[in-house]
């Protein structure tokens, strides 16, 4: 075992200062006690992907448990300037693509029609029970107002419901334009319970057998079936306060267990609270001093961070000092997620944190000289050691209770949906883009297929057959079966006359007809296009299996 000099003694009492300080009971709001039935049914909705408006996105889309909690995509936010790669850049969550009240495709300024992202990275939502305001700027306070009447439902305690209802409404993580909560709870209401995800865990499974509807699940949980977006809330921060990483290795070590750290995590937690001054920010137990504080990482200006929300000066690029419980799974770091590994995040704080010095914290210092005051690399790499492994969950990385999870349609069918064959380019060479990637299940009030990338104000026909085709008629490639389809007319939006800017939507509620399930259609987007060379231009194919 390699020795860091001048740590010896402070290795003996850490072993028995440290014992008291291990993760405290969870903090639940008197007006939401934990049960059962509201835990599961927090669990159901939080991987409900009809929750959002596409039917692709639940609250663990962005809040992986192989991720520690965050989100194993990483996808590029350009910024203020719009423009990427720039320096302005960050890295968040990709969310649904741009629409507007009517669920309609809309292009975005910044994304197009492409996915939408956020602009921090998707923070842990392990541990989020025992902060007092969330997100990384904490605009989830600790007050819970009821947003349908008005009325003070938790005085305290209750970011987790402030923060489980946020998404609802977001436009770029699961919600169209101006979309209410009143619009999603009744889409609740028409849901059949997980059934867009396979594999579900053993209690999620008992939970909806025998056709149990969402009603049913409100009224086991809170007396009665009414589903109100305040009791979305409260299942899904319930769902939340079960979700306890407290059976680490560091754990284990304070309960006195032996050999639960190695010789190397022990040398690694002694660098994190003694020269690696981690523990003043992560203190031991929560691993987080649950404050804000500002890393000198970007310039105020490109994220004020906790300013914007307290309007207070001091906290000018201020963000929340997250838990480092379950951090070595991650592969996002810090609310820019510029970071992808934590030797990288380990050399950062190493190197005395970022540039910026307007309001950066005073705590942050250079750690480069040989101990006691600073990390060589010997320790800096025990201390890597530590942070990556002594504090993980050996059930979150495992996937076991209560840390498992279903499978998401959203892993098995692909954002634009299941494509298949060629198109035809139109004007200026460009082909017309088929979106169907929203999925076919009966009784989804918002399925939708949409198309871009064609000429601006064009007519246009979707094509729906019940058989594919690979073949040209006039020079223009077909992928459905020509003779018996069914034709949708309408007219694209976007400039009139430019290439590329032509787009549209058709939007059918699917009926709640279970003997639909298991039949395919085949369909295909055609476009009128003077400057195509044949008159046409056709998207790929897309198969619509419904389920």
């Not at 965050?70 to 990427?84: I, K, T």
């Not at 005085?155 to 009143?182: C, I, K, S, W, Y």
């Not at 169907?436 to 009030?445: E, F, L, Q, R, T």
């Not at 259609?521 to 790929?540: E, H, I, K, M």
Request: hydrophobic fraction near 40%; charge should be neutral.
């Amino acid at each position: 075992m390699r020795s860091i000099p001048a740590l010896s003694l402070l290795s003996v009492c850490l072993s028995a200062s440290l014992a008291a300080q291990a993760l405290p009971p969870v903090p639940v709001p008197p007006e939401n006690p934990i049960t059962p039935q509201k835990a599961v049914l927090g669990k159901l909705l939080f991987w409900e992907e009809q929750l959002s408006s596409n039917n692709r996105v639940a609250c663990g889309t962005c809040h992986t448990f192989a991720a520690g909690g965050g989100d194993l995509r990483r996808a590029v936010h350009p910024g203020n300037d719009g423009l990427s790669p720039s320096p302005d850049d960050t890295f968040g969550s990709p969310g649904v693509p741009r629409s507007d009240a009517n669920n309609d495709y809309v292009p975005d300024p910044r994304f197009g029609f492409q996915l939408q992202v956020t602009r921090r990275a998707s923070p842990s939502n392990f541990a989020a029970a025992w902060f007092p305001e969330l997100f990384w700027d904490g605009r989830a306070g600790g007050q819970f107002v009821d947003p349908d009447t008005g009325v003070v439902a938790i005085a305290q305690g209750g970011a987790l419901e402030n923060q489980a209802l946020a998404p609802l409404v977001a436009g770029d993580e699961m919600a169209h334009d101006g979309r209410t909560f009143a619009q999603a709870v009744a889409k609740l209401g028409t849901a059949r319970p997980m059934a867009l995800a396979t594999n579900l865990p053993p209690d999620m499974a008992a939970a909806v057998a025998g056709g149990a509807s969402y009603a049913d699940l409100f009224a086991a949980a809170f007396g009665t079936p009414e589903i109100t977006a305040a009791r979305i809330a409260f299942a899904i921060a319930t769902y939340q306060r079960t979700l306890v990483p407290d059976q680490t290795p560091w754990d284990r070590f304070q309960a006195g267990i032996p050999g639960a750290m190695t010789p190397q995590q022990i040398n690694g937690m002694n660098v994190f609270n003694g020269p690696g001054r981690c523990n003043l920010c992560h203190t031991p137990g929560l691993f987080s001093d649950r404050q804000f504080r500002n890393l000198g990482l970007r310039p105020v200006a490109q994220d004020p961070g906790r300013q914007a929300i307290t309007g207070n000066f001091a906290d000018r690029g201020r963000f929340k000092v997250p838990s480092l419980r379950n951090v070595g799974l991650r592969t996002s770091f810090l609310h820019t997620g510029q970071f992808t590994t934590l030797n990288q995040v380990i050399g950062f704080y190493i190197g005395g944190g970022g540039p910026n010095l307007d309001n950066k914290d005073p705590l942050l210092q250079p750690l480069t000289a040989p101990p006691p005051n600073g990390v060589p690399p010997p320790a800096a790499n025990d201390l890597l050691v530590f942070v990556g492994t002594a504090l993980t969950d050996p059930r979150v990385a495992a996937g076991q209770f209560p840390f498992d999870r279903p499978t998401l349609r959203s892993q098995l069918l692909g954002n634009l949906g299941a494509l298949y064959g060629p198109g035809t380019a139109g004007s200026g060479g460009l082909v017309p883009q088929m979106r169907a990637g929203v999925p076919a299940n009966v009784g989804n009030i918002d399925f939708k297929v949409g198309i871009d990338g064609a000429l601006g104000g064009a007519p246009a026909v979707f094509l729906i057959a019940l058989q594919p085709a690979f073949a040209q008629f006039q020079g223009v490639n077909v992928n459905v079966a020509l003779g018996a389809e069914l034709h949708v007319p309408g007219v694209l939006g976007g400039a009139a006359g430019v290439p590329g800017a032509g787009y549209g939507t058709l939007r059918v509620p699917l009926p709640d007809e279970p003997g639909l399930a298991g039949v395919s259609l085949f369909t295909q987007w055609w476009v009128w296009d003077g400057g195509a060379p044949n008159g046409a231009a056709s998207s790929r194919g897309a198969e619509l299996r419904f389920f």
